[in-house]
């Protein structure tokens, strides 16, 4: 380990993996699956990327950057802010 607490490649030690306290990945599937019944009820087509980047978005309140017509359709369902490019 070094001086800034990191180990150093090539050494026997595994280096600890750290959590990322915004993301709660155990309730993420679960969402994204709830985001998806919800447009299709609404007859739009939410691939499970984009239905799990919309979810991602709306959960931590982020607009998404996009040139896809996929999230505008989505958008127009659901709380997604988007920027279009």
Request: proline content about 6%.
């Amino acid at each position: 380990m070094n001086s800034s607490g990191h180990h150093k490649l090539g050494t026997s030690a595994t280096p600890r993996l750290r959590v990322n306290p915004y993301l709660p990945l155990y309730a993420v599937p679960g969402m994204v699956a709830r985001r998806r019944k919800s447009a299709r009820r609404a007859g739009v087509q939410a691939g499970t990327i984009d239905a799990l980047l919309a979810q991602l978005c709306i959960r931590h309140d982020l607009t998404l950057l996009t040139a896809d017509r996929n999230f505008t359709h989505i958008a127009q369902h659901c709380p997604l802010r988007l920027w279009r490019g």
